[in-house]
């Protein structure tokens, strides 16, 4: 049986920072960029907000964010055939749906990480050869709910494989990376896009042009390289994704007949958006929207990162989309 260990150091509150979403700034709304003189598109009508108590992700079709598929990252010593294949069997079985059913039975139904993984494990069918040999394998985490969830189900499966496996809750990348990399702890999972750029900017400066995209294949294809010129290897990718993604609630959708973001931006003439407080000036947010998608940002509202008080107001009908996480539990939650 796998076991946990404590920490190997006491952290402040670790989470995965996709770009453009972390800030601690209270609450203001402000006015975007956007001029009353601006011509709305045709057919185009302003989409005021309309409470709800289901939030749904509006699907982003033009790949605006980066892969931030799932996908297993390992020590080059420990990456042998039979290990990469359960790893890559647990992959075949992730897409977004289930992290965000496997996210809210921790978040919000408050099971644990080591049973909502050996329940998945079980219910999920997976065909895992016994193939281990009773080595020890630590599989690390860092310590936010996903991701520990997601190292026990490695620690789960490895352990039917026939391995003696543990999982050790670190703390952020700055933390684990170094143990992945010592051989303290032989598999973390990880973030494509995320771990592509870490990597990238390591190795070639804080400059360095971004390598990732929203084209899984061609982030891993990037990040392969720059993975094994630090002595680590990379598993297949999950379709399961934690990036970050922009809700409304499922009565706006059906309100205005929305479920992208193109809808959005072809049928709204307006809209009030919320997020963090940089998000006007990110890439991955307001900008993006504005550029990539030609959304009308009329109102601002600055909240937090895919947090309570962004997902609030956007049930409470105070935005009309805002910045969430995309395997965020409360995404399945219904009314």
């Known amino acids: 049986m796998h076991t946990r260990t404590l920490p190997l150091a ?23 960029a956007s001029s ?30 980066n892969s931030d598929n799932i996908i297993p990252a390992l020590n080059a010593d420990s990456a042998t055939d039979p290990i990469l294949e ?11 749906p289930t992290l965000i059913e496997l996210n809210k039975a ?12 050996e329940n998945w494990v079980e219910e999920s069918g997976l065909s895992i050869a016994e193939t281990g040999d009773g080595s020890s394998l ?3 985490a860092a310590n936010f709910s996903e991701n520990i969830t997601l190292a026990e189900i490695y620690s789960e499966v490895l352990d039917d494989a026939g391995y003696d496996t543990e999982v050790r809750e670190i703390g952020t990348r700055e933390t684990y990376l170094p143990a992945l990399l010592n051989g303290e702890i032989d598999i973390v999972p990880e973030y494509a896009a995320t771990f592509t750029e870490y990597l990238n900017l390591s190795a070639n400066g804080s400059d360095a042009e971004p390598v990732a995209s929203g084209d899984i294949s061609a982030t891993v294809a990037a990040l392969e390289p720059l993975a094994a010129d630090q002595g680590i290897v990379i598993g297949s990718p ?14 706006f959708a059906q309100e205005y007949e929305v479920s992208t973001l193109t809808d959005l931006a072809e049928t709204c003439g307006g809209i009030a958006l919320g997020g963090p407080p940089e998000c006007p000036e990110r890439t991955f947010c307001q900008i993006g929207l504005e550029e990539t998608y030609g959304v009308e940002v009329d109102q601002f509202l600055s909240l937090d990162a895919g947090g309570p008080l962004t997902k609030n107001a956007i049930l409470n009908g105070d935005v009309a989309v805002g910045l969430v996480f995309s395997s965020d539990g409360q995404l399945a939650v219904t009314g």
């Open 36 to 65: 009353d003189d601006t011509t709305m598109a045709a057919g185009a009508v302003e989409c005021l907000p309309v409470p709800g108590e289901q939030l749904v992700v509006l699907d982003d079709d033009m790949m605006l964010q």
């Open 138 to 140: 630590t599989i690390g």
């Open 238 to 251: 999950a379709d399961a994704q934690d990036q970050n993604a922009f809700a409304v609630t499922s009565a």
């Open 10 to 32: 006491a952290l402040a509150a670790a989470s995965l920072v996709l770009a453009g979403c972390s800030s601690d700034s209270t609450t203001e709304s402000s006015e975007s």
């Open 86 to 96: 359960a790893l890559d069997a647990v992959s075949a079985a992730l897409d977004t």
């Open 106 to 117: 921790v978040d919000i139904d408050r099971q644990t990480s080591e049973e909502v993984a």
